[in-house]
């Protein structure tokens, strides 16, 4: 429930959830429930239930055990703010993010609604980062929820970028990450849509990650947009600290 992770933007990731219900077109070739369909397969007793929402309670204070400071992202399999994740529930693991100050989470919802609904009930200390994932811009209502949310570092996750956001919504918005889909029947991304975003971040300085191309092979497409890697974060990020690297 908690690993080093290959994502490129994060460190670790810890899962006090799994499994999840699909919302909207982005989730059509959900990662997540791939693995936890081959999880499930292999006996892994933690996806006995596949991708049936499933509550971890025994890993929700795995962080407070982890001395050495790192970047976590915060259930990448399943959704903090699902609407079938208790309040309660929802309290105990923003409390842990609390009490272990030592490390960076990353919280991404596609539910921010939900997150603004109970954001008063919740703790926001400044190491807990809260994001929203927007495919197209018929969902940047989710940017408008998450912009009302008063945490320290609001992001957004761009992935799968499925169409063009045009009129984005940076007021507030410390970082973005934009990612083409990947693995079986992804998705194309047109350069186009990636470089309104990139342009529009550049004159708002705000930080702009691009995660990768994407495609059924992803390593073969890379990460490269005009022969750099953009990787910039929020700043005071240390390893990761706004820094682009060129080919």
Same mark, same amino acid.
């Given at each position: 429930?908690?690993?080093?992770? =290959?994502?490129?933007?994060?460190?670790?990731?810890?899962?006090?959830?799994?499994? %999840?219900?699909?919302?909207?077109?982005?989730?059509?070739? %959900?990662?997540?429930?791939?693995?936890?369909?081959?999880? !499930?397969?292999?006996?892994?007793?933690?996806?006995?239930?596949?991708?049936?929402?499933?509550? !971890?309670?025994?890993?929700?204070?795995?962080?407070?055990?982890?001395?050495?400071?790192?970047?976590?992202?915060?259930?990448?399999?399943?959704?903090?703010?699902?609407?079938?994740?208790?309040?309660?529930?929802?309290?105990? %693991?923003?409390?842990?993010?609390? !009490?272990?100050?030592?490390?960076?989470?990353?919280?991404?919802?596609?539910?921010?609604?939900?997150?603004?609904?109970?954001?008063?009930?919740?703790?926001?200390? =400044?190491?807990?980062?809260?994001?929203?994932?927007?495919?197209?811009?018929?969902?940047?209502?989710?940017?408008?929820?998450?912009?009302?949310?008063?945490?320290?570092?609001?992001?957004?996750?761009?992935?799968?970028?499925?169409?063009?956001?045009?009129?984005?919504?940076?007021?507030?918005?410390?970082?973005?990450?934009?990612?083409?889909?990947?693995?079986?029947?992804?998705?194309?991304?047109?350069?186009?849509?990636?470089? !309104?975003?990139?342009?529009? %971040?550049?004159?708002?300085?705000?930080?702009?990650?691009?995660?990768?191309?994407?495609?059924?092979?992803?390593?073969?497409?890379?990460?490269?947009?005009?022969?750099?890697?953009?990787?910039?974060?929020?700043?005071?990020?240390?390893?990761?600290?706004?820094?682009?690297?060129?080919?």
């Amino acid at each position: 429930m908690a690993q080093a992770s =290959t994502i490129e933007w994060t460190e670790a990731t810890w899962n006090p959830v799994t499994g %999840c219900s699909k919302i909207s077109p982005g989730c059509k070739n %959900c990662y997540a429930e791939r693995m936890a369909k081959r999880l !499930q397969a292999m006996g892994q007793p933690r996806y006995r239930n596949g991708f049936r929402l499933t509550m !971890q309670p025994d890993i929700v204070e795995l962080p407070l055990r982890w001395k050495r400071p790192r970047m976590i992202f915060v259930n990448s399999m399943s959704d903090l703010f699902h609407r079938n994740v208790p309040d309660e529930f929802i309290l105990k %693991c923003f409390s842990v993010m609390e !009490q272990a100050a030592q490390h960076t989470f990353q919280v991404l919802t596609k539910r921010p609604t939900r997150a603004v609904a109970i954001a008063g009930k919740l703790p926001w200390p =400044t190491n807990v980062w809260m994001g929203t994932s927007v495919e197209n811009a018929h969902y940047m209502s989710r940017v408008h929820a998450l912009q009302k949310i008063p945490s320290a570092i609001r992001f957004l996750s761009l992935e799968p970028l499925l169409g063009p956001i045009p009129r984005l919504s940076l007021e507030t918005i410390d970082w973005v990450i934009v990612g083409g889909e990947s693995g079986p029947g992804a998705r194309p991304m047109d350069a186009r849509w990636v470089f !309104q975003i990139r342009d529009r %971040c550049v004159k708002s300085r705000v930080p702009f990650f691009f995660k990768q191309w994407g495609g059924v092979v992803k390593s073969k497409a890379g990460r490269l947009l005009d022969g750099t890697e953009w990787n910039e974060m929020p700043a005071g990020v240390g390893a990761f600290n706004g820094e682009r690297s060129v080919a």
